[in-house]
């Protein structure tokens, strides 16, 4: 079996090689390359110690040096060289307490988490399967190296990325495996913010979201993400509905491109649900108020697991008005653009198909054709530029300065007062006009 390498890691292995040290490349580049995807980086381990590696290339940068990875650069491009290692005792789920280099490529290859991602590759041996990593490739499993129960006692988040990995490549965990990650959930309390979020969002945005279910039954999302469990157990009895809050969620992410506002959108967009929940006489069940509540959420928990605040402000935009009727008229749509921003309304559009197409086929067809004429109507308000933003709005707060207005809070009402008015009469957004009427905007703007 052969693999193909960049020039520069062939480079990197024939050098340490020439000098007498064994050296592979490792881990997801060799997993990647067998299931023909491109490798985003490439990782090398060898025999040699750090200070050897050093000594062989111009120019190295000491990475992690203390756990034996040196950065060696070639013109501006880093590749990681590892020495193989032994880790010692874990005392946290997070870190080993020392770390033990060896001349063995068999035991630094047993440390590691799933067997695909142990494997090693050079041109001179093949492929070095030691723990099956081929055999589970073609199994299409996600099983631990050795005892799962020791692989995730060692790193906690191990457990995540097992369910990460099956989502991103479509596979199932194996049976012990997945035991091992129920009994041992809890212990994901130990893991920082943001590395929940970084494998999180790898789940999210992979091709199979919807495993986000398996991390529901083992217990994962009881402690990374426990206001989507309350989902899971709250039914929807409603002719809108098919599936349970949880199980819609996670058929509405399925509904939508794999970007992670979106996705991530989605997964919070009814999370209010659970507790806005009223059933009426008939027995059908209502969530007044689930969109604000479920903003409140999302705001939340993006904040505990330290997402950036683009992504924290732009997602929860979207959930918030993700039920948000808008008439099919431009002057509905105009005070869409104008409440939500025209740079969002088609990431609106994607979570409004999104979600009811994760519902029942209750009314499906009119909801269709609701969205594609919203659609229509949001490209006519573009086509004629019609206002919807003050940037938009043809008089500035310098014109207003220049007809004799002081700037201040009275100012920002007045131009408030235009844009409103030019909301509902696109005709008035001329300088002339909105100047001729500045009275009446200021008589506006004082009464409020």
């Known amino acids: 079996m052969r693999i193909e390498m960049p020039e520069k890691v062939k480079y990197i292995l024939s050098v340490i090689q020439a000098a007498g040290f064994e050296s592979y ?46 950065t060696v650069m070639l013109e501006r491009e880093g590749f990681e060289v590892t020495t193989y290692r032994i880790d010692g005792e874990y005392e946290d789920s997070r870190h080993p307490k020392e770390v033990i280099f060896t001349a063995s490529l068999e035991e630094d290859l047993k440390r590691r988490d799933f067997t695909i991602n142990a494997m090693a590759y050079n041109e001179e041996e093949g492929l070095i399967d030691i723990f099956g990593g081929m055999d589970d490739i073609q199994k299409k499993i996600i099983r631990c190296v050795g005892n799962a129960k020791e692989r995730f006692s060692e790193d906690a988040l191990r457990m995540l990325r097992a ?54 039954e083992t217990g ?46 989605m997964l919070f967009h009814d999370m209010g649900k659970p507790l806005t929940i009223s059933t009426d006489a008939e027995g059908i069940d209502h969530f007044k108020g689930h969109a604000k509540k479920s903003e409140e959420i999302c705001h939340t928990v993006l904040r505990r697991l330290k997402f950036d605040n683009d ?81 938009e709005l043809a008089v500035t707060g310098k014109d207003l300065m220049a007809a004799g207005m002081q700037p201040g809070k009275t100012l920002g009402s007045v131009l408030q007062e235009m844009l409103q008015d030019v909301l509902e009469i696109p005709e008035h957004n001329k300088k002339e006009y909105l100047l001729q009427n500045l009275s009446k905007y200021i008589e506006r703007a004082d009464l409020k």
């Open 25 to 70: 490349a490792v881990g997801g580049c060799v997993r990647d390359s067998l299931l023909g995807r491109e490798p985003n980086d490439w990782d090398i381990t060898t025999s040699a110690k750090p200070e050897q590696v050093k000594e062989l290339f111009r120019r190295t940068i000491d990475t992690g040096i203390q756990h034996g990875t040196v």
């Open 163 to 216: 369910v990460r990995f099956a989502a991103q490549l479509g596979y199932t965990i194996e049976d012990n495996t997945k035991t091992a990650i129920t009994e041992l959930a809890p212990t994901l309390q130990k893991i920082s913010a943001e590395r929940i979020q970084v494998e999180l969002v790898k789940l999210v945005i992979s091709d199979h979201p919807d495993m986000l279910r398996v991390a529901y």
């Open 220 to 265: 994962i999302t009881a402690v990374i993400l426990p206001e989507f469990d309350r989902c899971m157990e709250t039914k929807q009895h409603n002719p809108h509905h098919c599936y349970s809050v949880g199980e819609h969620t996670l058929h509405s992410m399925l509904e939508t491109k794999p970007d992670k506002i979106l996705r991530l959108a």
């Open 311 to 391: 992504t924290l402000y732009t997602v929860s935009k979207l959930v918030f008005y993700h039920d948000y009727f808008i008439q099919e008229t431009e002057k509905s749509m105009r005070r869409a653009m104008y409440k939500i921003g025209t740079e969002l309304m088609e990431s609106l559009f994607a979570v409004k198909r999104a979600d009811f197409m994760a519902q029942s086929d209750f009314q499906r067809q009119e909801k269709e054709q609701n969205l594609e004429m919203l659609r229509d109507i949001f490209h006519q308000v573009l086509d004629k530029n019609q206002c919807v933003s003050l940037k």
